[in-house]
């Protein structure tokens, strides 16, 4: 097995005080600023990044409603725990792709898949329309056409996906599809089915959603949702994934290099 970074680079942010949040989330993602870690002072900040210290306190303020980071007095700035990270952010997710996915991020992923497609699956046998399911099949037809390592496939593939999500009629699985699209994606591109048999059997499972949701069949269009899921949490088991390694964080006590 081959050991790789996975990074997806996503796109920067357009404002200073976005940009330092951005950098920020990335390092803390990383485990550049270890959980419980205090981060350098203002003023340390100020040099690091070239800003001003209402743009500086702006992006700590956008890190602490992304439940990255808190503040106390007397303490300063510091890293929450992990499980405080509010993970359906849209720029939380963008921060993991920039700072490497793992193993644990793609288990995370899979399990809120489960709780949420299989669902979404039956829905929309039940809720479809005709253009959903032209649009559902348009999505397999563009699989079958592309390389299976390809960025193309990958899109194909989420495209079909969040079809699903909006074929069931539900808003908040709407939602949930559009905000980890990116996720999404990344898990695709990872989990691609390289291997002739690994891609005739993608294929036929997906096509096994598709043909449940047009004939109205939840339960079929679930289960082939499940073991779409379960196949692609397999093929990830066959990779070794390593984060990008991480820089020496700034001291917890002095806001100095260690």
Do not use: C
Not at 50 to 75: D, I, N, W, Y
Not at 129 to 149: F, G, I, N, Q, T
Request: hydrophobic share 45%; charged share 25%; aromatic share 4%.
């Amino acid at each position: 097995m081959t050991s790789r970074i996975v990074v997806i680079p996503t796109r920067r942010a357009h404002s200073n005080h976005a940009e330092v949040a951005r950098s920020i989330g990335v390092d803390i993602i990383a485990g550049r600023y270890a959980e419980g870690t205090r981060l350098p002072g203002d003023a340390e900040m100020i040099a690091m990044f070239g800003v001003s210290r209402p743009v500086l306190r702006e992006s700590v303020k956008t890190l602490v409603a992304k439940g990255l980071l808190t503040t106390k007095a007397r303490v300063g700035t510091v890293v929450r725990e992990r499980g405080a990270w509010n993970m359906f952010d849209a720029d939380v997710l963008a921060w993991h792709l920039d700072a490497g996915i793992d193993k644990r991020f793609l288990n995370d992923l899979a399990e809120i898949r489960l709780a949420v497609e299989p669902r979404a699956a039956m829905l929309a046998a039940a809720q479809r329309s005709e253009a959903d399911v032209a649009e559902l099949r348009r999505s397999m037809d563009r699989m079958r056409r592309e390389a299976s390592d390809s960025v193309g496939f990958a899109d194909a593939d989420l495209a079909l996906h969040v079809g699903v999500a909006r074929a069931s009629g539900n808003l908040f699985m709407r939602s949930i599809g559009h905000v980890i699209e990116a996720a999404l994606r990344a898990s695709f591109l990872l989990s691609a089915p390289v291997e002739p048999e690994d891609r005739d059997t993608v294929l036929l499972w997906h096509q096994k959603i598709v043909d449940a949701i047009a004939a109205g069949d939840a339960d079929a269009a679930s289960e082939a949702m499940i073991y779409v899921i379960h196949n692609g949490m397999r093929r990830h088991e066959g990779t070794v994934i390593e984060t990008a390694p991480a820089e020496s964080p700034p001291s917890a006590d002095t806001g100095e290099q260690a």
